[in-house]
């Protein structure tokens, strides 16, 4: 329970939801999405906090030896996250390949220029 | 052997898409053949397994390497497949089958065809992976792929105008509303340190709603209305569906909006079960009113087919979100059935605007008229669309559309509010107007009369012709038999969303359920009161009969349309403002233009909304989000 | 590369250090794929070390030639190749009679062995395999949009290549989620 990760990860998604809603360049824009993604991928990982737990894997001493493994935290949380992770970096690559694509046609990346399809 | 099929399924598709990309982009007919190989294999699999789960009614419940749940606890990822979920896998399954089908044809033209079907069997894998899992966060990555790969599809014919920034702006709204989806999923395993739904779902029974779980379901919520378009979300749709190859506009109104609807039933009524909330429903049915009258209203000011097409798909969905938020057994299966019906008659309807512009080159309305002379089979296919779509009688529409009339009339009879009352005036205003729309349409495409250029346009080949005719029998028999589709698809796949207590006992052991005090509800087979569509196909033959020998039988003289360098009378000059016109044509936006003037103030503030630019798009998705959890939170008992 | 008006020729401090850096970045993005699942790391952490490779060959000698040494067309198939061994991998669990992505070489080694964890360890190194291709792909695609030669031919490939590229990457996301699990085959393996 670490306040300061949540309070944290909830400051990053609404500063990436603003970054979103208000800047007008397309890149930023493309910012905006990432910080969104990697405010949600810290609250994912502090979800799985457990006081006092190490890392969770087992240590080659304790199983030998028979003893039962260290109290560690969640194990679960730290794969949502990698995967998240993936799946924030594919969404970076394919929106910033749209916008080098957008700027070639166009020859703006402003986001009030590039809206032939309205209404 | 059966329960390996829908993993089976699933993952063939993928190692189909794996299997283009390695050896088809030299060679079509390596990359044809396993393209269908692979859409067929996935067909045979899943309407394989119609008679154990829709039939004989048994769940099928499948623990990835073999993983079964340790001490009441789910360890593994489980697929569960019961009526609900087969309902929905039958329709991907047969959309993406029929559009491989289509585009074999479709996009021969095109270039980078190895790079279209790896896309396209992504697609199809994801969609089906997602209606078929039961593990919340397979679900989300079946989503994931789903957007990327509907986007790289969008973008894909990045030559022709608008492509690119339709890929774009679906990108960061479909981007958004993923992210919403992951907050609400990783808020949910904070609070019950699992992610399988039939164990979430029994553990919320016992624990009650805690404003952690409150923030979840308002986010899950948001982030599938994102998936399924309902009105604030809805931007994105009419520029993707306008822009892409239309055998992708097919599966993205008939599958891609299916599975955010799927995601909505299995979240509200399977995961937290807050469908008997009066509240909750009348927030989803108050959308769902919103998406129709919106959707058709901005459909009858555009010049362009496919976008049209666009909204009238928002504006049915709408007709859904409606029907599943009321609650009851009639609304979820007016639901169900419309769902499936919205499937076959707007994938027919695609298609035959994928044929229009394959044989044209354009879907511009002003520059379309009178095709129906040179492409008869493809006006027949659209006729049978455009009257299942209204609404008219021996058409799958009118089933579907007057059970959802049924259904919100008798909620708001039985729970005396008006506001349902209301909604019901609503969908039939809607109704009519959408076959105002189409009526437009029609005029505007297949009859009137044939611009100059487009005299040599010829009917498109037989491989794009194969879908159309199976959709248009199907839309025709489901109409006329539907107490069949009722007893063996509606059925059970309502009983399966209403009765909980078999999904949660068949994936984590039987007793589960009960020893944390989730109990049954009772379902009587929905009961349908209203005229047979049989009498009314007759009423029809006969006057049509009746109606050919009286126009063939007189004499009765026609005009003539105006040749070219011909004098006229000049008494007819008052007609023609004094001028000759080489043609007379009642153009595709001129049709309703006395409704548009008189509604001006409103069409202006909606064109302004839609404004175009992406920052407005997600501004509205953000607020709609806000709304949602607020809502939720006040209203929420 | 000609990438400013005058400058024909990358610097020799960059092509230095990239010469010096590049066997570091294999072997160790190779060693943390390897030992994937006895060590932090894996399948895809492991890919992008190496994948960045790509990136200092890039830096260190221009895009020309890096697209010379490594051909792009050969990284596209061996993603795909990577990523049907990954599936494969998990239909054999079905060829052998149990559910999908079984354990079929349980009693491979003991704890704490190189490959001791069953299928997992070659499923991680098909992720791996894929990752590095892919992203390795996507980094020299990129690179070819960002200043094409006006002397070269057809320097900028289409953006549905890249869009191809993204999809096949989701697939070993389920594996991150069954890495989760492979502590639990552990955990049965010692008390059993």
Redesign the interface.
């Known amino acids: 329970m670490i306040i300061v990760n949540y309070i944290a990860s909830i400051v990053l998604i609404v500063l990436g939801l603003y970054t979103v809603c208000t800047k007008k360049n397309l890149i930023k824009v493309v910012l905006g999405l990432g910080i969104v993604d990697y405010g949600v991928n810290l609250l994912i990982v502090s979800l799985g906090f457990n006081d006092g737990g190490t890392?969770?894997?087992?240590q080659?001493s304790d199983?030998?030896n028979?003893v039962a493994p260290h109290f560690f935290v969640d194990?679960?949380p730290?794969?949502?996250t990698?995967?998240s992770i993936?799946?924030g970096a594919?969404v970076d690559?394919?929106a910033?390949?749209?916008v080098?694509?957008i700027y070639r046609k166009y020859k703006s990346i402003n986001a009030d220029d590039v809206r032939r399809l309205h209404g | 052997m059966i329960q390996?099929f829908p993993?089976?399924a699933v993952?063939l598709l993928?190692?189909g898409?794996?299997?283009v990309?390695?050896f088809g982009s030299k060679n079509e007919g390596i990359r044809n053949t396993i393209t269908m190989l692979a859409a067929t294999i996935a067909l045979v699999l899943i309407y394989a397994l119609i008679k154990p789960v829709m039939i004989d009614g048994e769940i099928i419940s499948?623990?990835?390497?073999?993983?079964a749940p340790v001490s009441g606890y789910a360890?593994?990822?489980g697929y569960e497949i019961d009526a609900l979920s087969l309902f929905f896998a039958l329709l991907v399954v047969t959309t993406f089958w029929l559009s491989g089908v289509y585009s074999l044809s479709y996009m021969a033209n095109d270039?980078?065809l190895?790079?279209?079907y790896?896309?396209y069997l992504?697609l199809s894998g994801?969609v089906l992976g997602l209606v078929m899992t039961g593990d919340v966060?397979?679900m989300f990555?079946m989503v994931?792929?789903m957007t990327?790969?509907s986007?790289?599809l969008t973008?894909?014919r990045?030559e022709n105008e608008g492509t690119?920034e339709a890929g774009f702006k679906y990108l960061v709204i479909g981007s958004m509303g993923s992210s919403f989806t992951l907050t609400g999923i990783a808020l949910i395993y904070g609070q019950c340190h699992t992610l399988n739904m039939a164990q979430i779902s029994a553990q919320l029974s016992c624990g009650g709603l805690t404003p952690t779980t409150v923030m979840a379901l308002a986010l899950i919520v948001a982030g599938f209305g994102v998936k399924s378009y309902i009105v604030p979300f809805h931007t994105p749709a009419a520029d993707a569906y306008m822009v892409a190859p239309t055998s992708i506009s097919m599966i993205f109104s008939g599958m891609v909006n299916k599975a955010g609807v799927y995601g909505m039933i299995r979240v509200l009524y399977i995961i937290f079960r807050v469908m008997d909330q009066s509240n909750v429903q009348m927030l989803i049915v108050l959308f769902g009113a919103v998406t129709m009258f919106i959707g058709v209203t901005m459909a009858l000011t555009q010049h362009e087919f496919k976008r049209l097409l666009a909204f009238h798909s928002i504006s049915q969905i709408g007709y859904v979100i409606t029907a599943i938020g009321l609650g009851s057994a009639l609304g979820l299966t007016s639901g169900l059935f419309h769902a499936m019906n919205h499937t076959l008659f707007k994938g027919l309807l695609f298609l035959t605007a994928g044929a229009v512009l394959y044989a044209t080159g354009t879907t511009n309305l002003d520059k379309l008229g009178g095709l129906s002379k040179r492409m008869p089979k493809t006006t027949i296919c659209f006729l049978i669309g455009a009257f299942s779509i209204s609404g008219l009688p021996p058409f799958n529409g009118f089933v579907s559309k007057w059970l959802v009339y049924q259904a919100t009339y008798t909620k708001a009879v039985e729970s005396g509010n008006f506001v349902y009352a209301i909604v019901t005036v609503v969908a039939l205003v809607v109704s009519v107007m959408t076959l105002a729309s189409f009526i437009k349409v029609t005029q505007a495409v297949f009859f009137g009369q044939l611009p100059a250029e487009l005299k040599k346009t010829k009917e498109v080949p037989a491989a794009m012709l194969v879908p159309m005719y199976i959709m248009s029998a199907l839309c025709v028999l489901c109409g006329i038999f539907y107490p069949i589709v009722n007893k063996y698809l509606l059925y059970p796949a309502t009983n399966a969303a209403l009765n909980v207590t078999n999904y949660i006992d068949k994936m984590m052991g039987d007793g589960y359920a009960a020893g944390l005090g989730v109990s049954n509800i009772e379902v009587a087979p929905a009961a349908f009161s209203f005229w047979n569509p049989i009498v009314w196909l007759i009423l029809f033959v006969v006057i049509f009969i009746a109606a050919f020998i009286v126009i063939t039988g007189s004499k009765s003289s026609r005009g003539q349309l105006l040749q070219p360098g011909v004098k006229y009378d000049p008494k007819y000059a008052t007609f023609f403002s004094g001028e000759e016109e080489l043609f007379s044509q009642v153009g595709g936006s001129d049709l309703f233009w006395g409704f548009k003037t008189d509604w001006k103030g409103y069409y202006r503030v909606l064109e302004g909304l839609h404004s175009g630019i992406v920052t407005d798009y997600a501004v509205f998705t953000v607020i709609a989000t806000a709304i949602i959890t607020l809502c939720m939170f006040i209203f929420m008992r | 590369m000609k990438f400013k008006e005058g400058i024909t020729e990358k610097n020799v401090i960059i092509k230095c250090g990239a010469d010096k850096f590049l066997p570091f970045a294999l072997t160790f993005g190779l060693y943390i794929i390897l030992f994937g699942t006895i060590s932090?790391g894996g399948g895809?952490q492991g890919g992008v070390c190496v994948a960045s490779g790509a990136l200092l060959l890039y830096l260190g000698y221009g895009y020309n030639i890096a697209t010379k040494a490594i051909s792009t067309e050969a990284l596209?198939?061996n993603?795909?190749?990577g990523?049907?061994l990954y599936?494969?991998l998990?239909?054999l669990?079905?060829a052998f009679g149990?559910?999908?992505?079984?354990?079929i070489f349980y009693n491979m080694g003991a704890?704490?062995d190189f490959l001791s964890a069953g299928t997992i360890t070659f499923m991680g190194y098909a992720v791996g395999y894929k990752v590095l291709s892919g992203v390795g792909f996507?980094l020299l695609l990129?690179l070819g949009?960002l200043a094409p030669d006006p002397d070269d031919a057809d320097a900028a490939p289409?953006?549905?290549?890249?869009?191809?590229a993204?999809?096949?990457?989701?697939?070993?996301?389920?594996e991150?989620?069954?890495?989760?699990?492979a502590?639990?085959t552990?955990k049965e393996g010692?008390t059993e």
Do not use: K
């Open positions: 890392a969770p894997i087992y080659m199983l030998l028979g194990p679960v730290q794969a949502l990698l995967t993936v799946i594919c690559a394919m910033l390949s749209l080098i694509m | 390996h993993v089976l993952m993928f190692l898409a794996f299997c990309e390695i499948y623990w990835m390497g073999n993983w360890i593994g990822i270039h980078h190895g790079h279209y790896t896309l992504m994801s966060f397979n990555v994931e792929i990327f790969a986007v790289a973008a894909f990045n690119l | 932090p895809f596209r198939v993603e795909a190749i990523a049907s599936v494969i998990g239909l669990g079905i149990a559910n999908f992505c079984r354990n704890v704490g996507l990129m949009l289409a953006v549905e290549a890249i869009e191809a993204e999809a096949p990457a989701e697939l070993p996301l389920e991150a989620v069954d890495a989760a699990v502590t639990e552990v010692v």
